[in-house]
């Protein structure tokens, strides 16, 4: 049995992370923390084999509680699952041990993937004592045929890096003016740096965006709506008074006054009677 600590600041999503953990065979929650200091507590007096951890925590960002835990001797490993996609934090997530990183908003099916491939790979771990080089090598990734990419002709590692930096930083400036032309025009968001919202999409008046949300393509949000946290819809259009929360939807449409969510899917055609509620985990693709 492997035993989970899950760390979430709402406490509504830790609970629900907490029982989709305990229907997956092989697991069992121990333990649910709601911020950095009671993580550290936890998992120090119940020792984890396995630890969900989300990364913005209200008193320690995610990584320096999971750093502080290896110095209190927390063995665990680490699943980290944020909305956190900045590439310096997925780096130093992996410098720190963290197994796997599962970015927010993500499906049900996404999340047990990551479970079932941890419990797979625990069961095949490396023994303590490695006999050769090639074992030496496998463990740190590099097999046989591991070489180093090759860039165009012409093309230097430095130059690709500054194009890289380039259009990241082209990227950005682009969503800031997006998210001020928004802010303007009197939608909320609660933390404008992490939202992300094509200049294609159409929101309404009133609307509510929370942290995380990824509006992409010609998705229409409807006025007083209510949009995430950790959403992503793609080409959807969503109708007034509606709150979507924590669900991936593509191509879809949400009749007025829905509530879809936390942690549904929408797939492509979707069609979300006004005024419906789904409930947790809710996927259209078992609908009729």
């Known amino acids: 049995m492997i035993t989970v600590l899950v760390v979430d600041d709402d406490f509504r999503v830790a ?17 649910v923390a709601n911020t950095g200091q009671e993580a550290i507590r936890l998992a120090v007096a119940l020792v984890p084999d396995l630890i969900l951890l989300d990364l913005y925590l209200p008193d320690v960002f995610g990584l320096d509680v999971l750093n502080r835990m290896r110095v209190a001797g927390v063995e665990g490993d680490a699943i980290v699952i944020s909305a956190a996609n900045e590439s310096e934090t997925v780096e130093r997530a992996v410098k720190l041990g963290v197994v796997n990183y599962l970015l927010k908003p993500f499906t049900a099916d996404d999340l047990r993937q990551r479970l079932t491939d941890y419990q797979a790979n625990r069961k095949a771990r490396h023994p303590k004592t490695l006999t050769d080089q090639a074992a030496v090598d496998q463990l740190w990734g590099r097999g046989e045929s591991g070489r180093p990419e090759v860039l165009p002709k012409g093309l230097s590692p430095e130059t690709a890096e500054l194009i890289v930096q380039a259009l990241a930083a082209a990227e950005g400036e682009l969503r800031r003016r997006t998210n001020e032309r928004l802010l303007r025009s009197g ?102």
Do not use: K
């Open 15 to 31: 609970r629900i992370h907490s029982a989709f953990v305990d229907r997956i065979d092989g697991f069992r929650t121990i333990g």
């Open 187 to 288: 939608v909320t968001m609660l933390d404008p740096t992490n939202t992300f919202i094509d200049t294609t999409v159409v929101v309404g008046r009133d609307v509510t965006i929370f942290p995380g949300a990824l509006l992409q393509g010609d998705t229409v949000i409807g006025d007083r709506t209510e949009v995430g946290p950790d959403t992503r819809l793609i080409d959807c259009r969503v109708g007034d008074d509606c709150v979507i929360e924590s669900t991936t939807g593509r191509q879809s449409v949400v009749g007025a006054g829905a509530h879809v969510g936390p942690y549904a899917v929408l797939m492509p055609g979707s069609e979300i009677p006004g005024d419906l509620v789904t409930g947790p985990f809710y996927n259209s693709a078992g609908d009729g």
